[in-house]
């Protein structure tokens, strides 16, 4: 390299530092310094504050919070009581949107809903990809897309952000909550949580070898929005979606 180039690129490097020494300057004036910080500040505490770990609202306002967060994000919900005012709503919703085709997961609490649903003329898929080869895997995917309505029992919700959480696995596949037009989620009340981190603790306790294939949040509806800002709902996951609080 030659001489001129080096100065050249050493006058660079002076320039830019002393832009940044004004820069960083400038930010403590703001903030009310004399001078910028030289080390980084302590932090005296980790993630949430203590207090935060204490707060738990009484089941009802569990409910009412989960509702008012999860309709301002654009969902629908209902309180029922017990799986058979569930079973009556969601057969009233099949005929009302004439909806010919339902996935529904292969779970233990949704075996009633699947009997009382045998009766009507909807097509229904049962999801079990355990010990599926590829083929058949493709199939359950492609009967999502066809869905009209995808049936999920969720595993937590979550009152303080109106949010569903939803785990993967062989017998419980993401598509089923993602692809069909409507999703219709059944959350069990004793499963409403007030705080996300109660969600999530007993998740990173478990050894990596018994953690879900996927740990999935849903608040509301799919909304996808371009660089405009002109939103669209339904592109990328269901349009129509209802939280179905059992008691």
Do not use: C
Not at 17 to 46: C, V, W, Y
Not at 181 to 195: Q, Y
Not at 213 to 237: K, M, Q, Y
């Amino acid at each position: 390299m030659a001489k001129s180039d080096a100065a050249f690129l050493q006058k660079l490097q002076h320039e830019a530092l002393k832009d940044q020494e004004a820069f960083f300057a400038n930010i403590s004036n703001r903030l009310g310094r004399a001078k910028p910080m030289q080390t980084a500040p302590a932090h005296p505490m980790k993630g949430a504050p203590e207090f935060w770990g204490q707060v738990d609202l009484p089941l009802e306002e569990r409910i009412h919070l989960f509702m008012a967060n999860w309709q301002k994000a654009g969902g629908h919900t209902q309180r029922l009581k017990g799986m058979e005012e569930a079973q009556a709503f969601i057969a009233d919703f099949i005929g009302k949107t004439q909806a010919k085709h339902l996935i529904i997961q292969d779970q233990a609490e949704l075996e009633p809903l699947r009997a009382a649903l045998a009766d009507t003329e909807t097509d229904i898929t049962v999801w079990n990809a355990e010990g599926a080869d590829p083929a058949a895997k493709d199939e359950l995917v492609a009967k999502a897309a066809g869905a009209d309505i995808g049936i999920v029992a969720v595993e937590h919700a979550v009152a303080y952000t109106g949010s569903l959480v939803v785990t993967s696995a062989a017998t419980r596949g993401r598509s089923v909550s993602l692809l069909p037009t409507t999703f219709i989620a059944i959350i069990p009340v004793d499963r409403l949580r007030t705080k996300l981190g109660e969600v999530l603790r007993p998740f990173d306790e478990l050894a990596a070898k018994d953690r879900p294939a996927g740990i999935h949040f849903i608040s509301g509806p799919s909304r996808s929005a371009d660089i405009e800002n002109d939103l669209t709902i339904g592109v990328h996951g269901p349009g129509i979606v209802y939280a179905l609080i059992i008691e």
